[in-house]
């Protein structure tokens, strides 16, 4: 069974620096892109970035290019994502996602506030 | 980074037929684009229906369907069921990443 587990969610404030992790299991880990998308309360899906199987391809959302680093390990079958400069509408649920079938995890919330 | 477009809203009679849409400003949408459809309920992680233009996961209900319509992409609803009142997204693969529509409200009344 595919999961994906989010975690390092939590309040930090403006400016402010946060790491999520993704541990995924019951599939092969190193042979799909995965993507993190994020919700804002009340709002929409906004996919932020994605990387390739072996991570030497990543691309972002223009929200968050420049503030938001994509990696992974594939030793450790997970993804994370380093978020620094946060600012009050990078507030939202962060979803770890696998790019192909779409399975996704339940999710993270980070809060930016002071 | 491209905009991808779908109704805002729309309602369908129990047992009825829908069809949500998902339009790209870049021209139109195409099978090199792999639409996805999600679902999403209030309080859940949103599911995939379908991925890759038409094909269902596991747990997709066989009157959901996905194909390529006028251009864009498209999500059939054949015999409506209340439970299938929700949020459903749209994504589309472009070269620089990844963009998710706005949503369509479905009402099932």
């Known amino acids: 069974e595919v999961q994906l587990v989010e975690s390092g969610g939590g309040l930090v404030q403006p400016g402010g620096s946060l790491r999520l992790s993704c541990a995924a299991s019951?599939?092969?880990?190193?042979?799909?892109?995965m993507s993190w998308v994020r919700q804002a309360p009340g709002k929409g899906l906004e996919w932020v970035a994605n990387?390739?199987?072996?991570?030497?391809?990543?691309h972002y959302a223009d929200s968050v290019k420049g503030r938001f680093t994509i990696s992974r390990d594939n030793a450790k079958n997970s993804m994370y994502l380093q978020m620094n400069s946060l600012r009050a509408e990078d507030t939202a649920v962060y979803f770890c996602a696998r790019d192909y079938e779409g399975y996704w995890g339940q999710g993270t919330l980070v809060t930016v506030s002071s | 980074q491209a905009v991808v477009t779908q109704e805002p809203s729309l309602t369908v009679s129990p047992g009825g037929t829908v069809t949500l849409t998902c339009d790209s400003s870049t021209g139109a949408v195409t099978s090199v684009h792999y639409p996805y459809w999600f679902q999403q309920k209030p309080g859940q992680a949103p599911r995939t229906l379908i991925y890759d233009t038409s094909n269902k996961q596991a747990w997709t209900p066989a009157r959901f369907s996905g194909s390529l319509l006028g251009g864009k992409a498209a999500l059939t609803l054949s015999g409506a069921q209340p439970e299938d009142e929700a949020e459903y997204y749209c994504l589309l693969t472009y070269s620089a990443g990844r963009v998710f529509g706005g949503g369509t409200k479905l009402t099932v009344l």
């Open positions: 019951g599939f092969t880990f190193n042979i799909y892109w």
């Open positions: 990387i390739k199987e072996d991570g030497s391809e990543k």
